[in-house]
């Protein structure tokens, strides 16, 4: 299993990165997949998810900042983050499992880290 997170950096307050997770089809393929975050002295979080029935969950923290979506011909997940806020810094993990709810449970990547600037 591996998941592959590219996109992070440092970025001013109010701008914007766009988070990829790569993966292999059969991963890709499940039910679910999302991103986590976690930042130091914090529990992990869970920031965006969908699923292949449509369903789509964002953390209030995030909601019309974030969009989750994927990309079938790449076997990509990726996270556009706009409007980014220094409470947003923190290593974001890319994960995929049998359901949003489970997905805690499920595969993770290594990460990719978020800094923002104030």
């Known amino acids: 299993v591996r998941l592959v997170e590219s996109g992070g950096g440092l970025v001013h307050a109010g701008g914007s990165l766009t988070l990829s997770c790569t993966t292999s089809?059969?991963?890709?393929?499940?039910?679910?997949m999302g991103w986590y975050r976690q930042a130091p002295g914090k529990e992990r979080e869970l920031v965006a998810a969908?699923?292949?029935?449509?369903?789509?969950y964002y953390a209030d923290t995030v909601r019309d900042r974030f969009t989750i979506a994927r990309d079938s011909a790449k076997n990509a997940l990726t996270l556009q983050m706009n409007s980014l806020e220094p409470e947003d810094t923190a290593m974001y993990y890319c994960a995929a499992g049998m359901g949003i709810d489970v997905l805690s449970r499920g595969s993770r990547g290594q990460g990719t880290q978020v800094t923002v600037s104030s």
């Open positions: 089809g059969s991963i890709f393929n499940l039910p679910a």
């Open positions: 969908l699923d292949t029935g449509g369903s789509l």
